[in-house]
């Protein structure tokens, strides 16, 4: 698996291409004991693919053997331990990111102009305005994933993002900050993007800016 690292606000993020089928990376897992009855509840290889390597990277992380567990909410949280967590993953790439005392939210996805189609749903009449670009999908990449993150951060009850979550203008570099207003709770939120030509990655703490 290879492996890319980075730090924002006192986290830790993993980025991990993988190519080994499921038995490679069980054998990668070294706790999966831990996992085996979960794990053998999956049916889909792909997302055996997908949890096996979401663990490796979190030990990889944390640099012990931890377990992940899933709240009502299914929230990823750590069993026993206080730092917090996030995961995601496309395809053959999984994100996670930790933090030791702030809750976090990561989502990456690999490059698509399928957001061009279903726009409309996630953003309002003025988000569309100004980051529908018809020959360039990043913009609504980015808006796609920051309202993904805010979901996971805050929950439920942003699940209408076009109402719940409003997009402030940014500008588009290989990275930078995006600013979103969770309108019902009054709070703007700091979120960070990378993206380059195979993914948009865009990441959270939970440290938010009052009105």
């Known amino acids: 698996m290879k492996i890319e690292s980075i730090t924002y606000r006192g986290g830790t993020i993993l980025i991990g291409q993988f190519d080994e089928d499921a038995e490679a990376l069980k054998s990668m897992l070294t706790n ?7 794990f053998e ?35 990823p949280y750590l069993q026993g331990a206080p730092e917090q967590i996030s995961i995601s993953h496309s395809k053959n790439y999984v994100a996670v ?9 990561i989502d990456l996805e690999l490059r698509t102009d399928r957001v061009k189609r279903v726009y409309k749903r996630f953003l309002n009449p003025a988000e569309q305005q100004y980051l529908y670009d018809e020959k360039d999908s990043s ?16 929950g439920k009850e942003v699940f209408d993002f076009s109402k719940e979550l409003e ?23 700091r979120l960070h993007y990378f993206q380059n030509k ?4 865009v990441v959270g703490v939970d440290k938010k800016i009052k009105l």
């Open 97 to 105: 990111m930790a933090h030791p005392t702030h809750a976090v939210g």
């Open 198 to 201: 195979t993914y948009t990655l």
């Open 41 to 75: 509840q999956l049916s889909i290889t792909k997302r055996k693919q997908e949890y096996l390597a979401a663990r490796i990277l979190l030990n990889k992380v944390f640099g012990r053997e931890i377990i992940v567990c899933y709240d009502e909410n299914n929230k």
């Open 167 to 189: 997009i402030f203008p940014f500008r588009l570099n290989d990275s930078g900050e995006v600013h979103v207003l969770h309108v019902s709770g009054s709070r703007i939120y």
């Open 32 to 38: 999966f004991k831990a996992y085996e009855a979960e």
């Open 139 to 154: 913009y609504l990449e980015i808006a796609w994933s920051a309202k993904e993150v805010l979901y996971k951060l805050i």
